[in-house]
T-cell receptor, first 113, second 112 residues
Framework: ETGVTQTPRHLVMGMTNKKSLKCEQH?????MYWYKQSAKKPLELMFV???????ENNSVPSRFSPECPNSSHLFLHLHTLQPEDSALYLC????????????FGQGTRLTVV | GIQVEQSPPDLILQEGANSTLRCNFS?????LQWFHQNPWGQLINLFY???GTKQNGRLSATTVATERYSLLYISSSQTTDSGVYFC??????????????FGSGTRLQVQP
């Protein structure tokens, strides 16, 4: 198993659809993150979970709903998205203390039509 | 929060040339990482280097924490080095915050 795995790799959804992105880490980490990368923009932090508890929501619209059932899994539930939400969504994990080197998944490239 | 600035924004090299990418950050850091983003979007870890110098093959990095900058050196560049290089940091001052703040990246193109 690779360190951080994201599924699906590509997703096309309509504005009225509901879909979920999944992230799984096999590194024994206890912090997980969602980032958004839009075209021509730097990576933007969306959510942070430490030990399954959400510790940061970076003013993300409510049409994005994260879920962290355990320290190894992170989901991003999507509903009624807008075309401007089309982007690369990246999941990362790290230890919450000590050496906090973060590792990223391959990303989900989302297109909203 | 911490500010991370990278330069240059774009860089074109001939194969075999050397280059230096710079990252300036506004606060003391307890985490600084360099990544290479491949054409498929994945971020590949290059270095975890909050201070000091590290080398990995043709790549090396140096962080001078007291002067708040880090440098990534690429020697004998190859076409496979093309892509976007990101620097990202966590501020020592942001107590309890472990999430990386990213710079805008340096887009490197190595021509054969």
């Amino acid at each position: 198993e690779t360190g951080v795995t994201q599924t699906p790799r590509h997703l096309v959804m309509g504005m009225t659809n509901k879909k979920s992105l999944k992230c799984e880490q096999h590194l024994g980490h206890n912090a997980m993150y969602w980032y958004k990368q839009s075209a021509k923009k730097p990576l933007e932090l969306m959510f942070v979970y430490n030990f399954k508890e959400q510790t940061e929501n970076n003013s993300v619209p409510s049409r994005f709903s994260p879920e962290c059932p355990n320290s190894s899994h992170l989901f991003l539930h999507l509903h009624t998205l807008q075309p401007e939400d089309s982007a690369l969504y990246l999941c990362a994990s790290s230890q919450a203390t000590g050496n906090t080197e973060a590792f990223f998944g391959q990303g989900t490239r989302l297109t909203v039509v | 929060g911490i500010q991370v600035e990278q330069s240059p924004p774009d860089l074109i090299l001939q194969e075999g040339a050397n280059s230096t990418l710079r990252c300036n950050f506004s606060d003391s850091v307890n985490n600084l990482q360099w990544f290479h983003q491949n054409p498929w979007g994945q971020l590949i870890n290059l270095f975890y280097i909050p201070s000091g110098t590290k080398q990995n093959g043709r790549l090396s990095a140096t962080t001078v924490a007291t002067e708040r900058y880090s440098l990534l050196y690429i020697s004998s560049s190859q076409t496979t080095d093309s892509g976007v290089y990101f620097c990202a940091a966590v501020s020592f001052m942001d107590t309890g915050r472990r999430a990386l703040t990213f710079g805008s990246g340096t887009r490197l193109q190595v021509q054969p």
